[in-house]
């Protein structure tokens, strides 16, 4: 049974800072490549960030610079941590692994930047 467990999210004001984490096996972090999506209400849930099994990252167009992903592989948790907050970046934050046709979310936990 795949489980993903988020933790990290909560109340910032806008140019704060936040770090996201998603626990997961050890097995599934060796096998899958992981990511962070995120879905604000009313809109569609769309990729924040992306890590590979070799490490190569991918992010959305508008957090470049500002958020950063990476992954422990003793903790066996990936990392979001996002800088310069800001309204929009408000939404549920949802970690996935993806292997071939085989994806797994964790429940999300939520992210409000507001003053």
């Known amino acids: 049974q795949a489980r993903l467990v988020e933790s990290g999210g909560g109340l910032v004001q806008p140019g704060g800072s936040l770090r996201l984490s998603c626990e997961v096996s050890?097995?599934?972090?060796?096998?899958?490549?992981m990511g962070w999506y995120r879905q604000a209400p009313g809109k569609a849930r769309e990729m924040v960030a992306s890590?590979?099994?070799?490490?190569?990252?991918d992010y959305a167009e508008s957090v470049k610079a500002r958020f950063s992903i990476s992954k422990d592989n003793v903790k066996n948790t990936v990392y979001l941590q996002m800088n310069s907050l800001k309204p929009e970046d408000t939404g549920v934050y949802y970690c996935?692994?993806?292997?071939?046709?085989?994806?797994?979310w964790g429940q999300g936990t939520q992210v409000t930047v507001s003053s």
């Open positions: 890590i590979t099994t070799g490490g190569s990252t």
């Open positions: 996935k692994a993806r292997r071939s046709i085989y994806n797994y």
């Open positions: 050890a097995d599934m972090l060796r096998r899958y490549d």
